[in-house]
Structures are given as C-alpha cells and as structure tokens.
C-alpha cells in the first residue's frame, strides 16, 4: 500500500527519487472518516500528502496552487 502512495507522488512529480525526499509529516483527523490520518510535505517538492489508513482517504494536493493531483476518498467519491 505504501510503495503505492509514493509511486504516484513520483509519478506526478517527475523528479528522480532522490530528490523526493519525506521532510516531516503530523497527524490530524481524517476529512472523511474522523480518525487519525498523516499529513506529509515532501522535500524541494510543494506536494503535500494527507492518507488515513483506516479509510484508504488519499489526498495529493500542491501546497503552492491548491491543485489536487490525487485523490481518493472511500464512501464519498463516487
Ligand atoms: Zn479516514
């Protein structure tokens, strides 16, 4: 499930992998389920990741612009 996550941020990103570093992350509730999801921002990237493994709620977004890159959200997407 991880090496999922992070082949989609390289993928968008088009950076070779070492430039793609994890440069801190916290937690903060889950927009569409409540619990306890983590929120990342990757290294010299203005990707940031928000991923609840107790839903599967995948949120991709660009801190700079708002753009969503990826989204997943279990229950409400579809
Ligand atoms: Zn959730």
New binding site residues.
């Given amino acids: 499930m991880e090496t999922i996550k992070t082949a989609k941020i390289k993928r968008v990103n088009l950076q070779p992998v070492q430039r793609v570093q994890l440069e801190c992350f916290y937690k903060l509730p889950?927009p569409?389920?409540g619990?306890e999801?983590t929120r990342r921002y990757f290294y010299q990237s203005n990707l940031m990741e928000t991923a609840?493994e107790?839903?599967d709620?995948l949120l991709v977004s660009c801190e700079e612009t708002g753009d969503v890159v990826e989204a997943y959200a279990p229950g409400i997407s579809r």
Wanted: glycine share 0%; net charge negative.
């Fill in positions: 889950c569409n389920c619990e999801a609840c107790s839903c709620y």
